[in-house]
């Protein structure tokens, strides 16, 4: 069964520090998505992007983050200088549509990236 | 300010001991509403999409149903693998197709 994966599955790093976090969406999909989940709150959107560019982005996807899909089949999160509230669960997304028509509304998430910034 | 709230925080059941969980929601022109599962330390899983109300959906023991202002997800006959954190989110207004607004969740465990 197709799979999202997210590498690597926990990161550790000294605040100030760039971080890369990797996702291999689902081979056909067209839509990608990063998505966090502090401990103990809600999952929360932070950005969708489709046909190279961001589609949305929420509040909390400010200026240290950057979203890119570097080459068919890789899609990165880039937080360029962390602070400790990034420390999270960032999990990756994809689905194959965005209309509704047809649309199960089906997104399929990776098992996470736990980012720890000290 | 669109809202998505889910009761109880927590459920404890024997198994076979059926029950239901709620999602209430308050936004702006709903498109659809989702209910996941979540295991500890995994992503989320995709159960079921309702759009509209008096829509149903079932997969095995779970049942989803929605009215105008909220969702249940309905647990029958639960079995110790059910254990999970269901996740109850929503797409709303003009939001793009994608950008879900999640509740806290549901976190169910099942007893032998």
């Known amino acids: 069964e197709p799979e999202v994966t997210q590498t690597p599955s926990h990161q550790v790093t000294q605040m100030g520090q760039e971080v890369i976090l990797r996702c291999v969406p689902i081979s056909n999909h067209l839509y990608f998505y990063w998505y966090r989940q502090i401990l103990g709150q809600k999952v929360e959107f932070l950005v969708s992007f489709y046909n190279n560019e961001i589609s949305e982005k929420s509040e909390i996807f400010d200026d240290q983050f950057s979203v890119e899909r570097p080459d068919g089949s890789n899609f990165t999160l880039k937080i360029r200088s962390t602070k400790l509230e990034d420390s999270a669960m960032y999990f990756c997304?994809?689905?194959?549509?965005?209309?509704?028509?047809?649309?199960?509304?089906?997104?399929?998430f990776g098992e996470g990236s736990r980012l720890t910034v000290l | 300010e669109d809202q998505v709230t889910q009761s109880p925080e927590a459920l404890r059941l024997q198994e076979g001991e059926s029950s239901s969980l709620n999602c209430s929601y308050t936004?702006?022109?709903?498109?659809?509403l989702f209910w996941y599962r979540q295991d500890p330390g995994k992503g989320p899983e995709f159960l079921f999409t309702?759009?509209?109300a008096g829509e149903e959906k079932e997969k095995e023991r779970l049942k989803a149903t929605l009215t105008k202002k909220e969702s249940f997800l309905h647990i029958t006959a639960p079995k110790p693998e059910d254990s999970a954190t269901y996740l109850c989110?929503?797409?709303?207004?003009?939001?793009?197709?994608?950008?879900?607004?999640f509740g806290a969740g549901t976190q169910v465990v099942v007893t032998p």
């Open positions: 309702l759009y509209s």
């Open positions: 997304a994809s689905s194959g549509t965005g209309g509704i028509v047809g649309n199960t509304g089906e997104l399929f």
């Open positions: 936004v702006s022109g709903l498109r659809g």
């Open positions: 989110a929503v797409q709303a207004g003009a939001d793009s197709w994608g950008k879900l607004q």
